[in-house]
Nanobody, 123 residues
């Protein structure tokens, strides 16, 4: 069992930065791959970034490559997503999910999700 809680969302201007976090409990982050997803109103959920259980492999969706960085801190059981050069199209509710690497990448449905944190980028 894994419980996930996202935090750090907020309002930022175009070109600004924001760092959101996913805190895990019940099972350590180190034993699960973790992925970030986002969903805007009226749109489908889309994959953003993922990190392997070991932290040795990371994966990014094309729209965020070079701007977002995913990392993990096993001592704190957290996974962070550093978002730089934010654009209005990044506006969405961001969710983290834990499981296998395939689940973290959105290739298979994940069993564990956080409640989401809202990121709004003003134009």
């Amino acid at each position: 069992q894994v419980q996930l809680v996202e935090s750090g969302g907020g309002l930022v201007q175009t070109g600004g930065s924001l760092r959101i976090s996913c805190a895990a409990s019940g099972r350590t982050v180190s034993s699960n791959a973790v992925g970030w997803f986002r969903q805007a109103p009226g749109k489908e959920r889309e994959f953003v970034a993922a990190i392997s259980a070991s932290g040795g492999d990371t994966y990014y969706a094309d729209p965020v490559k070079g701007r977002f960085t995913i990392s993990r801190d096993n001592a704190k059981n957290t996974v962070a997503l550093q978002m730089n050069s934010l654009k209005p199209e990044d506006t969405a509710a961001y969710y983290c999910a834990a499981g296998t690497t395939a689940q973290a990448m959105g290739l298979r449905p994940a069993d564990y999700w956080g409640q989401g944190t809202q990121v709004t980028v003003s134009s």
